[in-house]
């Protein structure tokens, strides 16, 4: 799937409809999955659904819904062994671990070492299938790896992100604490119902809420 082809080919591919979650469109709302930014950029326009008289940009909760479904669906036919998630996001941290845990992918979070996709002498290479990433703006070098090495891009793209090297966008907010526990909590679920791993009607594990970075582990960070 090229770029160019995110923002178009996967709106016409079996129109997804929005995924089962048990949780109402209300409680996914207050997470501020849809707020976006004072940018706009030309690759994100078509998932902007208003703009306030103020320039504030609202992304389309459907189709934040809808590339959940297609990433999950992608997803699913990797080997999730393979499939690598990384962001240097501090809030992206517990939601990447969370994720990655009922998944079973590859959890990444931090500095991302130079060499880790590019180059096979590194002690720790990964052949990976598949790259997720929270924010193609300061994930650039797991971004630019993996496309050197053909591996697909999946990310979720605020609306002030470039996407030039983004294979499957997913739209929504990406800077918010309960924002990047809510699209990860989704995901998880989503690629779990399509693996067979959990029922549609069947509870998560974990609550959105368990997915959020807490701001007292944040505070430790900083500290250390």
Known sequence: MSSKESGKEAEGAGQPTRPETIISE?????????VGT??????????????????LHYIDLSKTLARIEIAA???????????????SREYAKTPIEKFCELTGA?????RFM????????????IDAEIVIVADPAIDTQAVDEASKMGIP????????????????????????????AAVFWLLAR????????????QPMKYTIEDFETKLVEEAATVKT
């Open 114 to 125: 130079p060499g880790t996709f590019t180059n096979p002498l590194y002690p720790y290479h």
């Open 153 to 180: 891009v999946v990310a979720i793209c605020d609306t002030d992100n470039v996407t030039s090297k983004v294979d499957l966008v997913i739209p929504a907010n990406n800077r918010g604490r309960k924002a990047l």
């Open 38 to 55: 004072m940018v706009k950029t030309k690759a994100m326009a078509h998932f902007v659904s208003r703009t306030t008289p103020d320039g």
């Open 190 to 201: 989503a690629v779990l119902i399509r693996t067979g791993r959990l029922r549609p009607d």
């Open 26 to 34: 209300k409680m996914l709302l207050a997470t501020g999955i849809r």
């Open 106 to 110: 590859i959890p990444i979070t931090g």
């Open 73 to 87: 669906r992608f997803i699913s036919r990797a080997d999730i062994s393979k499939v690598v998630v990384y962001s």
